[in-house]
Structures are given as structure tokens and as C-alpha cells.
């Protein structure tokens, strides 16, 4: 079955640009219908939906957050990336990238990468 | 935005009890409405999507109903493995938000 996970750095200076990346495994990243996205969950519990991609390339973001985030596809490795810029200590949080299908609900989740924002 | 407001908090119960949650939208939605389960140390899973159609492998204690601006998600007789935090899931023009959260724990 399709699984995801999460990699990247744990820990990120303050104004600089968190970067991870989410590896697809048991399926392919261009099936039809399946869109794929980033969530992120702050300590405390809220969960932050922050944008999808489609494996076309076309992406859409969470309004309050598009300035800063870019969210990119190489299909190549099966693979989806998340940039977010000019990071602070309220971005702290555990990092999930996700399966959306049919742009309804996210139905597979990666297990979760926590970030820190501090100097 | 629609914002999703859960109730109550927090709901103590004992195993074998039945457990209603409750989801409420700013605005009315659409059918577009799921639910998940979040176990401590877990990633969430989803349990309903599209009102009242259980995911893969989740048990038929679990259920969804509502319309509007109101849903509801019954967990029937609950199992020790119940006990977790339930957020619903809304998606509109586009963009997805979600409740705070409804934390079940053992009464």
C-alpha cells in the first residue's frame, strides 16, 4: 500500500527557509485524482493545512501562508518538496505531508517530521 | 474562511459507553466534510469522509451524519483504542480547514 514520509532538518534559524521533502512509496505520485499536500500540526494540538500539488505541477496554498510557501513535484523520484520562507518560532511545529484525494479529504499520512524554529 | 468550532473539548467516558462529537461550520458547507482520529505519537487517520462513509478498515461502531452547518460523529460502544483526539475537515473553494479537536479520554 502507498505510504509517504517526511525528511529534512529538525531544527531552522529564525528568518531562514525550512525545506523538507515527502518520499511516496507503494504507488505513484502522477495517479490520477491524488493531490499532494502539506499539513502542519502546532504543539497543542491545531492542524494547518498548507497546500497541495498535483503531479502536473500545478499547486494551491493556504491563503495565509502563499507568500512565503513553495510546494514542488519531481516525479522522477517519487517525490514532493515543501519550502517555507523567512521562518519564525510560530512555525514550530510537526510537519506532515499527506495524500489528498480528490481534493475531498487527506486519506494517507506520513508519519510526521517535528521542526523547530530557533536560534 | 469557514472556521469549524468542535464540542465539547473534552468528553470523559468509560469503555463500552457511547461517544457523540459534534462539528460545527461558520457557514454552511457542503458534503465535504470528514473526520479523523489522532492517537498520542500518531499521525491522523481518517475515519469518515463525505459526511458518513467510513475509510478502509474502520469499524462500524464509528459513523457520521449531519448537514448544513451541523455534523456528528457516534462512536457507538467504545473500545479501549477509542480513546484518542477526533478533528473534522472541511474543504471550500479550494482550501481545507480543521476543528480544534474533541479529546475522548477514560472517565
Known amino acids: 500500500q502507498v505510504q509517504m514520509q517526511e525528511s529534512g532538518p529538525g531544527l531552522v534559524r529564525p528568518s531562514q527557509t525550512l525545506s523538507l521533502s515527502c518520499t511516496v512509496s507503494?504507488?505513484?505520485?502522477?495517479?490520477?485524482?491524488?493531490?499532494w499536500s502539506w499539513i502542519r500540526q502546532y504543539p497543542g494540538k491545531g492542524l494547518e493545512w498548507i497546500g497541495y500539488?498535483?503531479?502536473?505541477?500545478?499547486?494551491y496554498y493556504n491563503p495565509s501562508l502563499k507568500n512565503r510557501v513553495t510546494i514542488s513535484v519531481d516525479t522522477s523520484k517519487n517525490q514532493f518538496s515543501l519550502k517555507l520562507s523567512s521562518v519564525t518560532a510560530a512555525d514550530t511545529a510537526v510537519y506532515y505531508c499527506?495524500?489528498?484525494?480528490?481534493?475531498?479529504?487527506?486519506?494517507?499520512w506520513g508519519q510526521g517530521s517535528l521542526v523547530t524554529v530557533s536560534s | 474562511e469557514i472556521v469549524l468550532t468542535q464540542s465539547p473539548a473534552t468528553l470523559s467516558l468509560s469503555p463500552g459507553e457511547r461517544a457523540t462529537l459534534s462539528c460545527r461550520a461558520s457557514?454552511?458547507?457542503?458534503?465535504?466534510l470528514a473526520w479523523y482520529q489522532q492517537r498520542p505519537g500518531q499521525a491522523p487517520r481518517l475515519l469518515i469522509y463525505?459526511?458518513?462513509n467510513r475509510a478502509t478498515g474502520v469499524p462500524a461502531r464509528f459513523s457520521g451524519s449531519g448537514s448544513g452547518t451541523d455534523f456528528t460523529l457516534t462512536i457507538s460502544s467504545l473500545e479501549p483504542e477509542d480513546f484518542a483526539v477526533y478533528y473534522c475537515?472541511?474543504?471550500?473553494?479550494?482550501?481545507?480547514?480543521f476543528g480544534p479537536g474533541t479529546k475522548v479520554d477514560i472517565k
Open positions: 499527506a495524500r489528498c484525494h480528490e481534493l475531498l479529504h487527506f486519506d494517507i
Open positions: 507503494g504507488g505513484s505520485i502522477t495517479s490520477t485524482g491524488h493531490y
Open positions: 500539488i498535483y503531479h502536473n505541477g500545478g499547486t
Open positions: 457557514q454552511r458547507i457542503s458534503k465535504y
Open positions: 463525505e459526511v458518513s
Open positions: 475537515q472541511q474543504r471550500t473553494d479550494w482550501s481545507f480547514t
